[in-house]
């Protein structure tokens, strides 16, 4: 069945998410959409008094609903999903993506904006739950547990210490070593702390932080990647993922990392070239490597270039879980969902990560029959901090021209 022809993304007559006349007929509950999964039990519960919550459970925007890519203003998706321009012009009422984790390397930020669609993203989730992966992951890598536990299991008997060496072989000493951190962010900072409790020599590398933070966690700072990595006998990524930094370690970079060096990478699977590092696992210029991410997931091992790599550990983009963490992601992202349906987008917005493509005063999203009520559900007050009303106020917009987009402008209700 063929979709509609495309409508205007603003129009004055569709400018709000929940119908356009204050005290005209109810209107239909604006669509919200899970992409890629099918559980919306954490969602439903704090969205369902202001919105219809639909799952799709699609792995591309070939698998979603005409119904979803026509009346959805509002996405939720994991990691499992991309959406890239045409996907996004698929959509015809889309307002608003949450994207439930940290990274949006698998949305085209940039055209989103240029179609007026909001991305928002989730930072400051299982921040807890990484940093302790990450260390978990070190560890093994320095102490061999993970095929140590492996030998026992597969019935290969170690006798006596000449036994012992050749299969621990590799196995190191912590205290002392220098753990080289590349992204000082939430995660990069917990790693520091825990890492230093062990007896690592931190330093980090990261150009966007200013100085002086350093001091306050008693940590060193180096100004150039090549200088952490030639320091470092121990190197953890913890930054996003851009055009700038994809494959950041790749064959030259490793090449700067010292002989032996050990490399953790719980952050985003481009950053890390995997077929350099296949390589430098195999003639040993890096002595292990720990991946939580790798650059296709879910990951097909049997066809990899890192299929016949030794010492190496790889994990299913896990390092975030828990069951405290993903009830809190959710419970998130539905409240971001929340807000640009009760709210102004993007001034109500936490986390919106394509602002600068809308004016201040854009209004998308506000209630006909706002009640101050609606904002008091017991899970979203646990979420919320401060919330501003703009639905109360009722001034007519006013179209304006930026950047060539059709803008919204104006300091009250739009309907």
Known sequence: MQAGPKKARLEPNTMSIRGPHPNGPIQPRPLVALLDGRDCSIEMPILKDVATVAFCDAQSTHEIHEKVLNEAVGALMWHTINLNKEDLDKFKSLRVIIRIGS?????????????????CNVPGYGVEEVADSTLCLILNLYRRTYWLANMVREGKKINGPEQLRDAAQGSA???????????????????????KVFGFNVIFYDPYLTDGIEKSLGITRV???????????????????????HHLINDYTIKQMRPGAFLINTARG????????????????????????????PLVFASSSLKDCPNL?????????????VTELREMAAGEVRRAILGRIPESLRNCVNKEYFTPT?????????DERSLEHPVFL???????CAALLDLCPRPSQKHGLERWTGSGRVD
């Not at 350099?276 to 939580?292: H, S, V």
């Not at 550990?313 to 963490?325: D, L, N, R």
């Not at 854009?362 to 706002?370: G, L, M, P, V």
């Open 103 to 119: 990274g949006y390397d698998n949305v085209d930020v940039k055209a989103a904006g240029e179609m007026g669609i909001a991305v």
């Open 173 to 195: 000493r912590i205290r002392g070593d220098t753990l080289g951190i590349v992204g000082l962010g939430r995660v990069g900072t917990a790693v520091a702390l825990r890492a």
């Open 223 to 245: 100004y150039t990647l090549q200088e952490l990595l030639f320091q470092s006998d121990c190197v953890s990524l913890h930054c996003n993922l851009n055009e700038h930094n």
């Open 270 to 297: 481009g950053l890390v070239d995997e077929v350099a590092l296949a390589a430098a696992l195999k003639d040993g210029r890096i002595r292990a490597a720990a991946l939580d991410v790798q650059e296709n997931e």
């Open 313 to 325: 550990i790889c994990t299913p983009h896990s390092a975030f879980y828990s069951e405290q963490s």
């Open 362 to 370: 854009t209004t998308w999203a506000t209630s006909t029959d706002f």
């Open 382 to 388: 646990k979420l919320r901090r401060h919330v501003k």
